[in-house]
């Protein structure tokens, strides 16, 4: 493996491959960056901004940078935990989210970096925004409410699923995700198999009739905050 | 209908070939056509360019000159930035409304005439201004406005409103345009006098490696705002690896308070082309693309002539002044999106897509266009170039200071005598460029538009350089008698309007700020607040994926430093003990209509 090449995360030297992201060369060994906009398989996004590292002292996203020899980057520092804290909170007020009686509660992406972020209660104002509900597909619904604009779903159906069903519309605050038909969901050619249905980090997109299937203390994040998994590859 | 505008979609999108690339002519076609481009018009475009239909949506979607819904067969983008706003752009919007009986966005009742707001559109120098369609009308006042939408009702014909054309190339019959030139102090790089074919034969009797050698040594940098050394840019760009590259000018000039590239395009446009096709064969390139503002359509037939004749007087084309070199340039138009001048946003804009910029690493140097190495180059970059060519980069360096070689053109609007376009050495001291301006009692001086900073008369010693007070060229002058918050106010109602949404804390982050500055501008805030903008402000600036984010936090941060007394005249003083912040009248608004009477606590 002569070809591998050498970066340091937080001090810590680290081997990658050319080809990797930071994101990647440090979950390969068991460094956790926190991520939303990222999925495994799919092409990054760098949107969400959670990531952000610093790379030979300029803010990156982890998820879109490639790894290059001598890299030093910084992650876990107390000035981008509080940077990615305020992104966090940022998405709860930007959308409507309601933990209490969401599906999603105990799977959810989102959810889970708060708890792991400690986050109590955002300290920006909610924007309480008007979104719509799309319930007309037989197997699978969409809550705008809790999209946070992600693009797995965008990402999962145009290059897993090679449908399309999902494209951004709008710009700015006005931005959301549309559907690839003139009104609903039912109008296109979405499956509840679909990579792009399991896509969906938080609430927005959800199977039908399978809620809170899970019981509480059984679900993905009761028991460990998010990133352990990457975090216990590190012990081996 | 539905046939008809079946058969008008296929004709449009067989014009451009059927590839989806040319998405943005294509609806901006079906747009011109038909005032909208309706769902159905989407499904058409997508079956003929192969695309899925909501991806016409999302680029119909992305610009402001677009639109699914109809638009009156005129519309009416009365510009509301700043500047227009402080020389009478409410008083003209208010006479608009009352002679046409409508609101802002709102279309006529007979479905003739539609009333939108635009962000500047590069006439700051003659506010208030408007676009008619893509014709512009300037100087407006409200008895003005009234009469312009009688005579509009009447004949439905703009180009009539243009009764008398400016100065110049404006009156040229392929522009016929009312704006003025307004260029108070020609220098002599850019608006020297031109030989059209003198820089590019030079350029083409020596090798791509001695041009770029010869930009190199002329410490030319981007005149954009970035400032990055054009001949490095261009050397990375021929390093790269690709079968073809691309040279892109950018003529999106969208940063509020700047217009010095209206003027070069208007006056100068030969220069801007032989810019290009010098930087062309420099990198080697075979295509260049021209990608003008949707704001500056009227110039559009002007430089398409200006293109023709280079390609007839061999200046283009094929075997370009017989040195077997091929290069043409296209014009791609904008459609309303001030992104759209970030490198990576208008090379997605040129690709037909939305204008969100691309994620670096690769730099466009790398990957652009198409995936092409690329060179994006500003309008006045494209001009040094061919004056280096012209008179040598030794010459051309005399000029300026050593870290900021040659002249930088200033576009100066605001509460000043003689707005306008100034050609100026860099180095030139701030306090040097207010006096020239007839600006003697400016309070408070905007460089480098929104994006830029705030600066106030402690700093007017400070120079116009990349070092220092580094600027794409706006400069807005604020007299006394201006509420520096307010003007900061509506820079972030600008950053909310244009964020193109794709990253958190430029989409959120922005709303964010813009809450809290209003907050205090209504007389509820908190000495906290100032705390909580900075840090919101930062944050805002550090993790932002592009140069849009992660300058729109500036107006807050500088103004912060700078003018800090505006903020705390602004927020009272604790009385009896409370904070004003929470207000509980409106706080219960909603459950006292509901309940049909008051609350005694909140109203005491």
């Given at each position: 493996m002569s070809d591998m090449i050498q970066i340091t995360i937080d001090g810590r030297e680290i081997e990658a491959q050319p080809s990797q992201t930071i994101l990647e060369a440090a979950q390969n060994k068991g460094v956790y960056i926190p991520r939303l906009c990222y999925m495994k398989g799919l092409i990054p996004h760098?949107?969400?901004?959670?990531?952000?590292?610093?790379?030979?002292?300029?803010?990156?996203?982890?998820?879109?940078?490639?790894?290059?020899?001598?890299?030093?980057?910084?992650?876990?520092?107390?000035?981008?935990?509080?940077?990615?804290?305020?992104?966090?909170?940022?998405?709860?007020?930007?959308?409507?989210?309601?933990?209490?009686?969401?599906?999603?509660?105990?799977?959810?992406?989102l959810q889970a970096l708060a708890y792991r972020f400690g986050i109590a209660a955002p300290k920006y104002p909610y924007l309480?925004?008007?979104?719509?509900?799309?319930?007309?597909?037989?197997?699978?619904?969409?809550?705008r409410n809790r999209c946070i604009l992600c693009g797995r779903c965008v990402r999962s159906s145009r290059d897993v699923d090679g449908k399309h069903v999902f494209e951004f519309v709008g710009r700015g605050p006005e931005k959301r995700v549309a559907i690839n038909a003139e009104a609903k969901l039912s109008d296109t050619n979405l499956e509840v198999r679909d990579a792009a249905v399991e896509a969906c980090p938080v609430g927005a997109i959800l199977k039908k009739r399978v809620g809170y299937a899970v019981p509480v203390g059984q679900r993905m994040y009761d028991h460990e905050p998010i990133g352990s998994d990457v975090e216990a590859g590190a012990a081996k | 209908m539905s046939e008809n505008l079946g058969a008008a979609v296929r004709e449009i999108c067989q014009a451009c070939g059927n590839n989806r690339v040319r998405m943005m002519d294509i609806v901006r076609a079906v747009q011109a056509k038909f005032g909208c481009v309706c769902g159905e018009a989407m499904d058409l475009i997508a079956k003929e360019v192969k695309a899925h239909r909501v991806e016409v949506q999302s680029v119909v979607s992305f610009y402001s000159f677009l639109s699914d819904r109809p638009k009156g067969k005129i519309v009416i983008r009365l510009c509301n930035d700043v500047i227009d706003q402080m020389h009478g752009a409410d008083r003209v919007e208010q006479a608009f409304c009352e002679e046409l009986g409508i609101r802002v966005g709102e279309?006529?009742?007979?479905?003739?005439?539609?009333?939108?707001?635009?962000?500047?559109?590069?006439?700051?120098?003659?506010?208030?201004?408007?676009?008619?369609?893509?014709?512009?009308?300037?100087?407006?006042?409200?008895?003005?406005?009234?009469?312009?939408?009688r005579e509009l009702k009447q004949h439905m014909t703009p180009q009539k409103l243009v009764r008398t054309y400016g100065d110049g190339n404006n009156a040229h019959e392929l522009i016929r345009a009312m704006v003025h030139n307004n260029l108070r102090g020609p220098g002599p790089i850019i608006f020297g006098p031109i030989n059209r074919a003198e820089a590019l034969s030079k350029a083409l009797s020596m090798s791509p490696a001695e041009v770029i050698r010869a930009v190199k040594t002329s410490r030319l940098r981007g005149r954009g705002g970035a400032g990055f050394p054009t001949g490095m840019k261009w050397e990375f760009t021929r390093g790269a690896k690709g079968e073809r590259r691309c040279v892109i000018c950018n003529a999106d000039e969208g940063e509020p308070g700047t217009f010095k590239d209206r003027v070069i395009l208007t006056e100068r446009p030969d220069r801007v082309l032989a810019g290009m096709t010098i930087a062309g064969y420099a990198i080697g390139a075979d295509e260049g693309i021209l990608y003008l503002r949707g704001e500056y359509a009227y110039l559009r037939p002007f430089l398409e002539d200006v293109l023709q004749k280079r390609r007839q007087d061999g200046l283009l084309g094929n075997n370009i002044l017989g040195k077997g070199f091929d290069f043409d340039i296209r014009i791609q138009m904008g459609a309303g999106a001030y992104i759209c001048g970030e490198e990576t946003a208008l090379i997605s804009s040129c690709e037909g897509l939305r204008g969100d910029p691309k994620n670096r690493p690769p730099f466009p140097a790398q990957k652009g266009y198409l995936e092409r190495p690329t060179v994006v180059n500003n309008v006045e970059t494209l001009c040094a170039v061919t004056k280096i060519l012209e008179h040598g980069p030794g010459a051309f360096a005399e000029h300026g200071t050593s870290g900021s070689s040659g002249t930088k053109l200033l576009s100066v609007s605001g509460d000043c005598s003689r707005p306008g376009v100034y050609e100026v050495e860099f180095g030139m001291s701030l306090r040097d460029v207010l006096r020239l301006v007839g600006a003697d009692d400016a309070a408070a001086v905007q460089v480098g538009g929104p994006s830029g900073q705030m600066v106030g008369p402690a700093d007017y010693d400070r120079k116009i350089e990349y070092d220092d007070l580094a600027t794409g060229g706006s400069v807005m002058v604020f007299g006394p008698q201006r509420n520096v918050v307010e003007v900061v106010d509506k820079f972030l109602e600008f950053f909310v309007e244009e964020s193109c949404g794709y990253c958190t804390p430029c989409r959120v982050g922005n709303v964010l700020l813009k809450e809290r500055i209003e907050h205090i501008l209504a007389g509820k805030g908190e000495p906290t607040d100032l705390e909580y903008l900075q840090e919101l402000g930062e944050t805002v600036k550090t993790m932002s994926r592009c140069g849009l984010g992660q300058t729109s936090a500036n107006p807050v941060l500088t103004t912060l430093k700078n003018f800090r007394g505006a903020y705390e005249q602004l927020i009272p003083g604790p009385s009896n003990g409370f904070q004003p912040t929470f207000d509980l009248a409106a706080a219960v608004g909603d459950a006292e209509a509901v309940i049909g009477r008051k609350s005694e606590h909140a109203h005491a």
């Open positions: 760098g949107s969400c901004r959670i990531c952000t590292v610093m790379v030979n002292g300029r803010p990156q996203s982890a998820c879109t940078t490639p790894v290059a020899p001598g890299q030093v980057v910084e992650n876990n520092t107390d000035k981008l935990m509080a940077l990615r804290k305020n992104i966090i909170e940022m998405l709860f007020v930007e959308g409507n989210h309601y933990c209490m009686y969401c599906e999603k509660s105990g799977n959810c992406e309480f925004p008007q979104r719509d509900v799309d319930a007309s597909h037989r197997d699978v619904l969409i809550d | 279309t006529t009742a007979d479905g003739r005439i539609t009333l939108e707001h635009a962000p500047c559109i590069g006439m700051c120098d003659q506010a208030p201004a408007a676009l008619v369609n893509d014709v512009v009308v300037t100087q407006l006042s409200a008895d003005g406005a009234r009469e312009l939408s």
